[in-house]
């Protein structure tokens, strides 16, 4: 059955820290790959995608990703924590065909300590 | 260009009562999507429209949600009855052709 997992439902890092969000997922091929944040009283705003390509991909808020196929992941990465980056996080996979439409995974939580 | 616009952003009704959802899509875009969130678990597909006809509703829970698209523009999703399990999070998306979906803030509905 196609799902995701995010092992961690809430994760505390101290600002300024690396963060790591995992998420694996299972599906019958390569699928795109997403990560959305949602912050408090906000919409789902996308952070990355992938699609095909070069497996590292960049995104928004210096935010990165790697897509590791023999492992199915798409961990999401972040050099040093901001206090705004205290959100909740989903790892979504899209489908290639018919109707596109995403699985995602129940979230992590990110809290961030000043 | 405006985005994916919904509203409410938040309704509170009683257990029983009727609520519609109203989404306004990207212009031009001719795919739309429902997704639902109840708390604290996985944000869920309910069904797909391309232009108006629903393409895909195999996510929607029971027959007490009624989605439509009139017109291949706004949609809306009526629920009626509304049951308590019914409380969490609406969002819907667009998307023009392939892959990236575009989301809305979401609706929070209450029921009580």
């Known amino acids: 059955a196609q799902s995701v997992t995010q092992p961690d439902i809430h994760i505390t890092v101290s600002e300024g820290a690396s963060l790591e969000l995992r998420c694996n997922y299972s599906?019958?091929?390569?699928?795109?790959l997403f990560w959305y944040v949602q912050s408090p009283g906000q919409g789902l705003q996308l952070l990355l995608k992938y699609f095909s390509g070069d497996t590292l991909v960049q995104g928004i808020k210096g935010f990165e990703a790697e897509f590791k196929r023999s492992q199915s992941s798409f961990n999401l990465r972040k050099p040093s924590v901001h206090w705004s980056d205290a959100a909740e996080y989903f790892c979504a996979v899209g489908a290639t065909s018919g109707t596109y439409k995403y699985i995602f995974g129940t979230g992590t939580r990110l809290k961030v300590l000043a | 260009e405006a985005g994916v616009t919904q509203f409410p952003s938040h309704s509170v009704i009683e257990k029983g009562q009727t609520v519609t959802l109203r989404c306004d899509p990207i212009?031009?875009?001719?795919?739309l999507y429902w997704y639902r969130r109840v708390m604290g678990k996985e944000i869920k597909f309910l069904l797909h429209?391309?232009?108006?006809?629903?393409?895909?509703e195999s996510g929607m829970p029971n027959n007490r949600f009624l989605a439509e698209r009139t017109g291949g523009t706004y949609s809306t999703l009526k629920v009626q009855p509304a049951e308590l399990e019914d409380s969490g999070v609406y969002f819907c998306?667009?998307?023009?052709?392939?892959?990236?979906?575009?989301f809305g803030e979401g609706s929070r509905l209450t029921v009580l």
């Open positions: 998306a667009s998307s023009q052709v392939t892959g990236e979906l575009f």
């Open positions: 429209f391309v232009k108006e006809s629903k393409q895909d």
């Open positions: 599906y019958g091929a390569t699928p795109y």
């Open positions: 212009s031009g875009h001719d795919n």
